[in-house]
């Protein structure tokens, strides 16, 4: 009697889960004697639809197989049915000449195939002999294996979607707590579980950070365990690879969380980013040996990405302590410097008020000493010698009245009390007058002055005695950085300033010298109020004398002035230097509103 086929499908076998090896397809075994009549195997073909071929045997010995394609295509070919319907499958076996190759059960699908496609055009498709050890032989139809491979590229496809659409999900936050719920919920959604939870491993312990599945009333934040004290762990740790307990409850070692449900199965997933160990995910089931190998690989993929996220979930909140920390410094520097702020502003005030009374306070006595020392120097009796030092007591109170007046002008520049009376005035006349006064310490010290294009400017809006001082002291200082021979130039032109679709007309005058020059690091400090170039106690006494000493406040004050009248000064010098004396210019910009002209 004829054996009958055995259909083996992947329920009957160990394996779980999507096929992986070729063991795992639906098989069939269907041994036939080499005396087998042909038309006894067409019969059984033609009943069993679903069977590939036949295997052949002689003595129970495995001799080849013959597909069901191959033997309908011979019977099919003239003369076909005559020379072997009722003959034994022997004779068609023997026409056909095919060789045969065995391929082991636990070969992989992907394996086989290659191996199968790789056979000679004829036999390419023909369906392959399988052992499962021993005798056990089935035929697998090339077909099934095919679309094996097909389902394994389709699931490999979904799996990578579903490893893109992960990490993206993953990606969307770095707030810790939004990342850790993210983890599980996305880590559900392709390793189910009854519980899982992540463990941070801090200090040689693992901390349950965040959890699911686990009761309500079990608090697992305050869940610790010491990873010196279960080998598990250790093992996760040192190894850095998935580790699997297919049955906890035979585990001396296992402990067990109070509350919970016991434990079968689990699966500890370490999360290593940048070859550290951050943690791991801990996965457990109810059930035994519930984990595939699959779903151990497809766990180790998550958790590349999840240490991923979780690392820079981890940074970012490193980087926003740090930043809160940072605020919290700048916030306390910001009310240190407030305070001393207000400390430099009272003092400023207190300096200002002391200038004001001290001024007021020197002038009083300054004046009686000038007064009798002008109704001295009218006495006739007095003798050359002693009519010189009057002379010279009466220049230095006058100086000394210039400094006072100078600490007055800063003072109320200061306080804002300086009133300016705007009236016309020609800036060519005003510059003259006060060279024409400076002549005489010009002369001494031969520097020579010359004034260009003043002539040509229109006439000018501004208060003439405080302009007065602003241009007095900007020539007096060009005078006392100039080595004795200079020579100074006051020069001035209408350069228009765009402002919006309006060119607004304005004047430009430069005092320019070629003296000592200014380093460009002084070059903006000059402007400040005491601030002096050089070593003072070097600086010779003298107001025009060269690198003479002074109070420091003339260009201040000349700013301030410059700066009430709505206009800008600067200076320009390549530098400082005795020996070259490169010079120095500055310049002083004056709007004129009335002149403006539309574009």
Request: aromatic share 6%.
């Given at each position: 009697?004829?054996?009958?086929?055995?259909?083996?499908?992947?329920?009957?076998?160990?394996?779980?889960?999507?096929?992986?090896?070729?063991?795992?397809?639906?098989?069939?075994?269907?041994?036939?004697?080499l005396?087998?009549?042909?038309?006894?195997?067409?019969?059984?073909?033609?009943?069993?639809?679903?069977?590939?071929?036949?295997?052949?045997?002689?003595?129970?010995?495995?001799?080849?197989?013959?597909?069901?394609?191959?033997?309908?295509?011979?019977?099919?070919?003239?003369?076909?049915?005559?020379?072997?319907?009722?003959?034994?499958?022997?004779?068609?076996?023997?026409?056909?000449?095919?060789?045969?190759?065995?391929?082991?059960?636990?070969?992989?699908?992907?394996?086989?195939?290659?191996?199968?496609?790789?056979?000679?055009?004829?036999?390419?498709?023909?369906?392959?002999?399988?052992?499962?050890?021993?005798?056990?032989?089935?035929?697998?139809?090339?077909?099934?294996?095919?679309?094996?491979?097909?389902?394994?590229?389709?699931?490999?496809?979904?799996?990578?979607?579903?490893?893109?659409?992960?990490?993206?999900?993953l990606?969307?936050?770095?707030?810790?707590?939004?990342?850790?719920?993210?983890?599980?919920e996305q880590?559900?959604?392709?390793?189910?579980?009854?519980?899982?939870?992540?463990?941070?491993?801090?200090?040689?312990?693992?901390?349950?950070?965040?959890?699911?599945?686990?009761?309500?009333?079990?608090?697992?934040?305050?869940?610790?365990?010491?990873?010196?004290?279960?080998?598990?762990?250790?093992?996760?740790?040192?190894?850095?690879?998935?580790?699997?307990?297919?049955?906890?409850?035979?585990?001396?070692?296992?402990?067990?969380?109070?509350?919970?449900?016991?434990?079968?199965?689990?699966?500890?997933?370490?999360?290593?980013?940048?070859?550290?160990?951050l943690?791991?995910?801990?996965?457990?089931r109810l059930v035994?040996?519930?984990?595939?190998?699959?779903?151990?690989?497809?766990?180790?993929?998550?958790?590349?990405?999840?240490a991923?996220?979780?690392?820079?979930?981890?940074?970012?909140?490193?980087?926003?302590?740090?930043?809160?920390?940072?605020?919290?410094?700048?916030?306390?520097?910001?009310?240190?410097?407030?305070k001393?702020?207000?400390?430099?502003?009272?003092?400023?005030?207190?300096?200002?008020?002391?200038?004001?009374?001290?001024?007021?306070?020197?002038?009083?006595?300054?004046?009686?000493?000038?007064?009798?020392?002008?109704?001295?120097?009218?006495?006739?009796?007095?003798?050359?010698?002693?009519?010189?030092?009057?002379?010279?007591?009466?220049?230095?109170?006058?100086?000394?009245?210039?400094?006072?007046?100078?600490?007055?002008?800063?003072?109320?520049?200061?306080?804002?009390?300086?009133?300016?009376?705007?009236?016309?005035?020609?800036?060519?006349?005003?510059?003259?007058?006060?060279?024409?006064?400076?002549?005489?310490?010009?002369?001494?010290?031969?520097?020579?002055?010359?004034?260009?294009?003043?002539?040509?400017?229109?006439?000018?809006?501004?208060?003439?005695?405080?302009?007065?001082?602003?241009?007095?002291?900007?020539?007096?200082?060009?005078?006392?950085y100039?080595?004795?021979?200079?020579?100074?130039?006051?020069?001035?032109?209408?350069?228009?300033?765009?402002?919006?679709?309006?060119?607004?007309?304005?004047?430009?005058?430069?005092?320019?010298?070629?003296?000592?020059?200014?380093?460009?690091?002084d070059?903006?400090?000059?402007?400040?109020?005491f601030?002096?170039?050089?070593?003072?106690?070097?600086?010779?006494?003298?107001?025009?004398?060269?690198?003479?000493?002074?109070?420091?406040?003339?260009?201040?004050?000349?700013?301030?002035?410059?700066?009430?009248?709505?206009?800008?000064?600067w200076?320009?010098?390549?530098?400082?230097?005795?020996?070259?004396?490169?010079?120095?210019?500055?310049?002083?910009?004056?709007?004129?509103?009335?002149?403006?002209?539309?574009?």
């Open positions: 009697m004829m054996p009958t086929p055995v259909l083996l499908t992947p329920e009957k076998n160990v394996f779980i889960g999507p096929a992986k090896f070729i063991g795992d397809l639906p098989s069939f075994q269907y041994d036939v004697a005396s087998t009549p042909v038309e006894s195997v067409i019969e059984r073909l033609k009943k069993h639809v679903e069977l590939p071929g036949v295997l052949l045997r002689q003595d129970k010995i495995f001799i080849g197989a013959l597909s069901r394609l191959k033997i309908f295509e011979w019977l099919g070919r003239p003369y076909g049915v005559e020379l072997f319907f009722k003959k034994p499958i022997s004779n068609l076996y023997a026409s056909l000449n095919v060789s045969c190759e065995i391929y082991p059960c636990n070969l992989q699908i992907g394996d086989a195939v290659q191996k199968s496609l790789s056979r000679t055009p004829e036999i390419m498709y023909e369906p392959i002999v399988i052992s499962f050890g021993g005798d056990d032989l089935r035929l697998l139809d090339m077909h099934v294996l095919l679309l094996a491979q097909s389902e394994q590229l389709s699931n490999a496809n979904r799996v990578i979607e579903k490893q893109v659409e992960i990490g993206k999900v990606s969307s936050s770095l707030e810790l707590p939004r990342v850790l719920a993210l983890i599980l880590m559900d959604s392709i390793i189910p579980y009854s519980r899982a939870a992540i463990l941070l491993y801090r200090n040689n312990e693992m901390e349950f950070t965040a959890s699911r599945g686990y009761p309500e009333d079990v608090n697992m934040g305050e869940a610790r365990v010491m990873v010196n004290n279960s080998p598990i762990f250790i093992n996760v740790i040192q190894s850095r690879q998935s580790t699997t307990v297919e049955d906890a409850s035979e585990r001396d070692d296992w402990q067990h969380i109070p509350g919970t449900p016991p434990t079968r199965s689990w699966l500890g997933v370490p999360l290593v980013q940048d070859d550290q160990v943690g791991m995910l801990s996965i457990s035994v040996a519930a984990f595939t190998p699959e779903e151990v690989e497809t766990s180790a993929i998550f958790a590349g990405q999840a991923i996220a979780l690392g820079n979930a981890r940074l970012y909140e490193r980087v926003q302590g740090f930043n809160l920390e940072l605020e919290a410094r700048v916030r306390e520097r910001t009310q240190e410097l407030e001393a702020y207000y400390k430099l502003e009272l003092l400023d005030k207190n300096k200002s008020d002391f200038i004001k009374i001290a001024s007021h306070e020197i002038k009083t006595p300054m004046t009686v000493v000038s007064g009798f020392a002008q109704m001295l120097m009218q006495e006739k009796s007095f003798e050359p010698r002693l009519r010189e030092l009057v002379k010279s007591m009466a220049d230095g109170m006058s100086r000394l009245g210039g400094i006072v007046n100078t600490m007055l002008d800063v003072a109320r520049l200061d306080t804002q009390e300086m009133k300016l009376e705007f009236k016309d005035l020609n800036l060519f006349a005003l510059i003259t007058e006060i060279t024409v006064e400076l002549s005489q310490n010009m002369l001494e010290r031969k520097i020579t002055c010359s004034i260009a294009h003043l002539k040509n400017l229109p006439t000018f809006s501004g208060d003439k005695e405080a302009l007065r001082k602003a241009f007095y002291h900007l020539i007096v200082n060009a005078i006392k100039t080595p004795d021979g200079g020579l100074i130039t006051v020069s001035g032109y209408m350069p228009g300033i765009r402002d919006g679709k309006i060119i607004r007309s304005a004047v430009q005058i430069t005092v320019a010298d070629n003296g000592i020059g200014i380093a460009p690091q070059q903006e400090l000059i402007f400040d109020k601030f002096q170039t050089g070593k003072v106690m070097l600086h010779s006494s003298g107001k025009t004398k060269f690198k003479g000493g002074g109070s420091g406040l003339g260009l201040a004050v000349a700013r301030g002035i410059i700066e009430a009248h709505g206009g800008q000064i200076v320009e010098s390549p530098g400082q230097d005795e020996t070259t004396c490169p010079g120095s210019s500055f310049h002083v910009i004056l709007p004129v509103p009335e002149l403006r002209i539309k574009v």
